[in-house]
């Protein structure tokens, strides 16, 4: 519904040149164009995963509030991506990154359609995301998530 505020979660990661001006370039841009941002974790630091590489990750997960549907939110993390130097995606194999954001959570909706999966897939397959994530998430979401109303 638009204009209502959604509750949403993104993951950030960098690995190549200034990570933590990457990650503060990000922030900056995404509470101009998506939202305003309620909650930010701490820095996980991590090895890549799924390619190989010398460039050790940063990656943090925060709490957004925005009136963006998730297809408008998608386009706007993807115009930020593109806009700090991210290169396009090739053909699903892993690679560095200047920046990557992930919608990890919307609300508490499910959504499975070309290019757009929430909640992401990978969550609990990835201590990247799922620590920083279960430091700021509201235990109240959760249960409303995962339970079988």
Excluded: W
């Excluded at 190989?52 to 993390?77: A, H």
């Excluded at 969550?123 to 799922?130: G, L, M, Q, Y």
Aim: charged share 25%; proline share 3%; with cysteine.
């Amino acid at each position: 519904m638009e204009g209502k505020l959604n509750q949403i979660y993104l993951g950030l990661g960098t690995n190549l040149g200034d990570k933590q001006e990457n990650i503060k370039k990000a922030l900056k841009s995404i509470s101009t164009d998506c939202g305003r941002i309620l909650k930010i974790s701490s820095y996980f630091f991590s090895k890549p995963q799924g390619f190989i590489s010398n460039n050790e990750f940063i990656n943090l997960v925060i709490k957004i509030e925005s009136t963006k549907l998730p297809t408008e939110l998608l386009f706007e993390i993807q115009k930020i991506e593109r806009d700090l130097g991210r290169l396009a995606k090739s053909n699903g194999e892993y690679q560095d990154r200047i920046i990557d954001i992930d919608i990890l959570h919307y609300n508490n909706d499910f959504i499975n359609s070309v290019g757009l999966v929430i909640p992401h897939p990978l969550i609990f397959e990835r201590d990247f995301v799922k620590l920083p994530l279960l430091e700021i998430i509201d235990e109240s979401y959760l249960v409303d998530l995962y339970s079988n109303k």
